[in-house]
Nanobody
Framework: QVQLVESGGGLVQPGGSLRLSCAVS????????ISWYRQAPGKQRELVAS???????NIAPSVAGRFTISRDNAKKTAYLQMGGLKPEDTAVYYC?????????WGQGTQVTVSS
């Protein structure tokens, strides 16, 4: 059973930075695609960024230039570095794992951007 545990969320002022972590256990990590999604109150869940095998990344236009995604295969952990945070980035951020078969989700971590 694949398990994903997110961490690193919290309250930050506009313009600030946070780094989210997604630790994966229970399955291979190197060949999986790891994605970060977010869901704000009253809105649909949306893709923020993804990183595939070999480090190929995809970043949503709304966060391009402010967020970066990375992975450490030895630690089986993916990261979302967020900078230049805006109030509209406030959401629950979820980690997603895809390889073969069903996809898996973490429990989510709250990010609140407010002064």
């Amino acid at each position: 059973q694949v398990q994903l545990v997110e961490s690193g969320g919290g309250l930050v002022q506009p313009g600030g930075s946070l780094r989210l972590s997604c630790a994966v256990s229970g399955s291979t990590f190197t060949f999986a695609t790891i994605s970060w999604y977010r869901q704000a109150p009253g809105k649909q869940r949306e893709l923020v960024a993804s990183i595939a095998y070999g480090g190929i990344t995809n970043i949503a236009p709304s966060v391009a230039g402010r967020f970066t995604i990375s992975r450490d295969n030895a630690k089986k952990t993916a990261y979302l570095q967020m900078g230049g945070l805006k109030p509209e980035d406030t959401a629950v951020y979820y980690c997603n794992y895809q390889l073969i078969g069903p996809e898996y989700w973490g429990q989510g971590t709250q990010v609140t951007v407010s002064s």
